[in-house]
């Protein structure tokens, strides 16, 4: 009886010994599984993939999907290799999402169907989509980013004072390098529907961007600080400027933009902040203006707070159609009435070139260039603008005050007397 307990006990170890081996195995297994996973996109994201329907978020325009946009970044920016967030057809309603990097690897957002943001400005700081220190960023897709703005645009006081409380911005690029926005539709946003800020080298092509011409500061895309930025076939029909270049940008091309209807493609305003940077190596070609506000505009306070430049300027073969202010060039620029319109001017405009301008006006002035008195604006050239009033009992006219201009003109095409 003692020889088979002490075998029965000698068994049972035995047994122990091998069910702990095999769980040591399947514990490593499971453990290299895992750190594979994270290498290719994070645990919630298997092969590089995060689908944010697997992560709970409802395609039916009504549930909050914050939490599975923000689990699914987290793991895309956190693999190394290459991560793709999908955001597949349906309507997913979200709040502020604030993607931070540098990731490990490269992440694409894969926008096939519509992000809603939503309507409660209480749960906003800032933005609405902010994506931080991200390099090789793509988001590309037949999707919109719906900022549902018709329903706060009500709430934005900045026609009346300053220091207006600012509504989220819709989707804002700071510090991200080497990226691209395409396909993508932005709708409605709040208040701008794109701002990029300390970007460099970024593309932003074939983009549909899309607001009524009386939404409030719904801007197309502005940019600050920023370098090496294209803008490429893009179609923009807003409230505000289609696009605002602001202080700090260097070496942008804009090319193959439609805008209307909308503010126009414009370089300002400058000076309404101190230390404010040059703006240089700027052009714009091969764009069509429709019925918008303004053409091609360059824009600076008379009572500027910085001193800065604005140089090597080109444009070339734009139509107008039946914009107003075809070319301006406006260092008086004071908008609503609530600026000083009177003061020391400290802002430059010289080098800007104007060739192959042609098409229609819906003001009798299709070129307005008012600079300033105390720094005349200088090296501006004029090639082939032939840009007619489409309005009756008023001549074309060109506007021109303390402006030096070089122009090719025949007698048939606008220049300053």
Sequence with gaps: MAFTTKNAMRALFLLALVCAVQAGKAASKDAKAADDGAAKGGGSCPSGSCDITKLGASGNGKTDSTKALEEAWASACGGTGKNTILIPKGDYLVGPLNFKGPCKGDVTIQVDGNLLASTDLSLYKKNWIEILRVDNLVITGKGKLDGQGSAVWSKNSCAKKYDC?????????????????????????????????????????????????????????????SSGISIVNTVIGVGDDCISIGPGSTK??????????????????????????????????????????????????????????????????????????????????????????????????????????????????????????????????????????SGTNNKTMAVCKNAKVTTTASLKELACA
């Design 165 to 225: 409380k600012i509504l989220p911005n819709s989707l804002v690029l700071d510090y991200v390098n080497n990226g691209e926005v395409s396909g993508i539709t932005l709708l409605n946003s709040k208040f701008f529907h794109m701002n990029v800020y300390q970007c460099k080298d970024l593309v932003i092509k074939d983009v549909t961007v899309t607001a009524p011409g009386d939404s409030p500061n719904t801007d197309g895309i502005h940019m600050g600080d």
């Design 252 to 389: 942008v091309n804009i090319t193959g933009v439609t805008c209307g209807p909308g503010h126009g493609i414009s370089i300002g305003s400058l000076g309404r902040y101190k230390d404010e940077k040059d703006v240089t190596d700027i052009t714009v070609k091969d764009c069509t203006l429709k019925k918008s506000s303004n053409g091609l505009r360059i824009k600076a306070y008379e009572d500027a707070a910085s001193v800065l430049t604005a140089s090597k300027i080109h444009y070339e073969n734009i139509k107008m159609e039946d914009a107003g202010n075809p070319i301006i060039i406006d260092m008086k620029y004071c908008p609503n009435k609530i600026c000083t319109s009177s003061g020391a001017s400290k802002v430059t405009v010289k080098d800007v070139s104007f060739k192959n301008i042609t098409g229609t006006s819906s003001t009798p002035e299709a070129v307005s260039l008012l600079c300033s008195d105390k720094i005349p604006c200088s090296g501006v050239t004029m090639d082939n603008v032939k840009v007619e009033y």
